[in-house]
C-alpha cells in the first residue's frame, strides 16, 4: 500500500509533469502486488478503471515491456491500454518508472491538441527519472520511521516494565509478606489486623494499576475527541498537583471541532501530558499554560511554566539536554515528535520557567480523524 505521504509526493509530481510537459493529463501508475493502480491524476482527465492486475491487462502489457512510447493519433489497436484506462487524447507519451527493489510503475502524458516532440520524450523520461528517485527516497524514510518506531515504543515497553516492577510488584511483593508472617505466628488477632493492612493495600495497587491503564492508552481521546481531552489532562494536573493549568486551544473554526489524524492526535496528548508531569515534578511552578494552535499549516503545541526553570548548565559547552540524565520523558517526546515529522524544543520561558514547544506541519498528512466516539473499541468498559 502506498503510504500517505507517497501519495501525496505523486499527486504533487503529477502536477509538476503537468507543467512541464504542457499536457492535458498526466497520470502516475504505480504497480503493487500484481496490480497497477492510478496513484494519481493531474489535468482534465477522468480514469475509468483506476486498478487492472499486471498479468491479463493492455496495461499489464505494456508496463512489462518496461519501455518509452510516443504515439500520434493512436488507433485503438495500437493502444488498447488507452481504452481501459478510458483515456482520449491526440498524443501520448510513456516513460516507465523504474524502482530499484520495489515494483515499479508508468507515468503517461497525453496531449489533447498537439503533438510530442523528442525534447518531450527526455523531458518525460527525466521527470520519471525523478519521480521514481524521490519515491525511493520516500520509502526508505517511510521504513526508517517504522523501525524508529518499534524502537520507540520497545522503550516505551520497557519504560512500563519498570513501572510494574518498582511500583506493582513491590507492593505486592511487601503485602505477600506480611500476610505469611501474620500466618505463621498463628495469633489470631495479629492475623485480622494483617488482613486489615492487606485489603487497604490491595486497594492501593488497584489505584496504582488503573492510573497505569490511563496512562497507557488515553481512552479520553476516542471518547472526548483532542480538545476536551486535553482540557482534561489539564485539569487533572490542577487536581491532582494543586498546579493552576489555563489552556488556550484554538483549533478549527467555531463549533466546528478540528480533528486530525489518531497519530498526531495522541503525539500531541502525549507530549502535552509528559509535559505537564515534567512540571508537576520538577518545575516548583505554581502555575502553566497549555497552548495549541493550528496556523500557516502547522500545528503548534507549547506548555509554559513559571517554575524554577530547567537546571543551569555546569559547563559551557553543553545544551540544557545534554545535562539532564536519566530521564526517559524528554526522549520520548523527541521521539514521538519526528515520529510526525516534527521538532520539539526545550528553552527557558521568557521571564522565568520553561516551555516546551512542538511545531508538526500539517501538509501531507493522512486523512482526518473519524467523527469522536466512532474509533474501534472507544469506551472499552474493560479499561473503564
Ligand atoms: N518544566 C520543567 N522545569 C524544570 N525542570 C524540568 C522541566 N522539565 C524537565 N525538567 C528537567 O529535565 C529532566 C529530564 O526530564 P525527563 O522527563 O526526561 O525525565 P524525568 O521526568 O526525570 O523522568 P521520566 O520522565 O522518565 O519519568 C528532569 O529530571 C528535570 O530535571
Ligand atoms: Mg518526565
Known amino acids: 500500500?502506498?503510504?500517505?505521504?507517497?501519495?501525496?509526493?505523486?499527486?504533487?509530481?503529477?502536477?509538476?509533469?503537468?507543467?512541464?510537459?504542457?499536457?492535458?493529463?498526466?497520470?502516475?501508475?504505480?504497480?503493487?502486488?500484481?496490480e497497477l493502480r492510478v496513484a494519481a491524476s493531474s489535468g482534465n482527465v477522468s480514469v475509468r478503471l483506476r486498478v487492472l492486475p499486471v498479468e491479463g491487462s493492455a496495461l499489464g502489457a505494456l508496463y512489462k515491456s518496461g519501455s518509452a512510447l510516443s504515439l500520434d493519433r493512436p488507433r485503438g489497436n495500437e493502444a488498447p491500454w488507452l481504452h481501459e484506462l478510458g483515456i482520449e487524447g491526440r498524443a501520448v507519451l510513456v516513460a516507465p518508472l523504474t524502482m530499484e527493489g520495489h515494483g515499479g510503475g508508468l507515468v503517461i502524458a497525453v496531449r489533447s491538441?498537439?503533438?510530442?516532440?523528442?525534447?518531450?520524450?527526455?523531458?518525460l523520461a527525466a521527470f520519471a527519472a525523478s519521480v521514481a528517485q524521490r519515491l525511493a527516497a520516500e520509502r526508505s524514510v517511510e521504513i526508517e520511521r517504522l523501525r524508529y518506531g518499534m524502537q520507540a515504543r520497545e522503550r516505551e515497553r520497557t519504560r512500563w516494565a519498570r513501572e510494574l516492577h518498582d511500583e506493582t510488584i513491590q507492593g505486592l511483593g511487601a503485602l505477600r509478606l506480611r500476610l505469611?508472617?501474620?500466618?505463621?505466628?498463628g495469633d489470631q488477632q495479629e492475623l485480622s489486623g494483617a488482613v486489615d493492612t492487606i485489603l487497604e493495600g490491595l486497594g492501593t495497587e488497584i489505584e496504582g494499576l488503573r492510573h497505569l491503564i490511563t496512562e497507557l492508552r488515553?481512552?479520553?481521546?476516542?471518547?472526548?475527541?483532542?480538545v476536551p481531552a486535553l482540557e482534561a489532562l489539564a485539569r487533572?494536573?490542577?487536581?491532582?498537583?494543586?498546579?493552576?493549568?489555563?489552556?488556550?486551544?484554538?483549533?478549527?473554526?467555531?463549533?466546528?471541532?478540528?480533528?486530525?489524524?489518531p497519530e498526531l492526535e495522541s503525539t500531541l496528548y502525549r507530549i502535552v501530558q509528559e509535559a505537564l508531569t515534567n512540571v508537576s515534578r520538577h518545575a516548583k511552578a505554581t502555575q502553566a499554560?497549555?497552548?495549541?494552535?493550528?496556523?500557516?499549516g502547522q500545528v503548534v503545541a507549547s506548555v509554559t511554566d513559571d517554575g524554577q526553570g530547567i537546571p543551569t548548565q555546569t559547563q559551557g559547552s553543553r545544551t540544557p539536554e545534554e545535562e539532564l540524565k536519566g530521564g526517559f520523558g524528554l526522549a520520548g517526546m523527541r521521539e514521538r515528535a519526528e515520529l510526525v515529522g516534527g521538532e520539539l524544543e526545550l528553552r527557558p520561558a521568557p521571564t522565568q520557567g520553561t516551555v516546551v514547544r512542538l511545531k508538526v506541519p500539517l501538509a501531507g498528512r493522512p486523512e482526518q480523524h473519524p467523527a469522536a466516539g466512532s474509533q474501534e473499541g472507544a469506551g472499552s468498559p474493560a479499561l473503564a
Do not use: C, K, Y
Open 1 to 34: 500500500m502506498l503510504s500517505g505521504s507517497e501519495l501525496w509526493l505523486l499527486r504533487l509530481m503529477a502536477d509538476r509533469g503537468l507543467a512541464l510537459l504542457d499536457a492535458s493529463a498526466l497520470l502516475m501508475v504505480i504497480e503493487e502486488r500484481g
Open 113 to 123: 491538441d498537439n503533438r510530442f516532440r523528442g525534447p518531450d520524450e527526455s523531458a
Open 180 to 185: 505469611a508472617n501474620a500466618r505463621d505466628a
Open 218 to 226: 488515553p481512552a479520553a481521546l476516542d471518547e472526548l475527541g483532542l
Open 236 to 261: 487533572r494536573a490542577q487536581a491532582i498537583d494543586g498546579l493552576e493549568v489555563r489552556t488556550e486551544i484554538e483549533l478549527g473554526s467555531g463549533s466546528h471541532e478540528q480533528r486530525f489524524d
Open 289 to 296: 499554560v497549555v497552548r495549541v494552535v493550528e496556523r500557516d
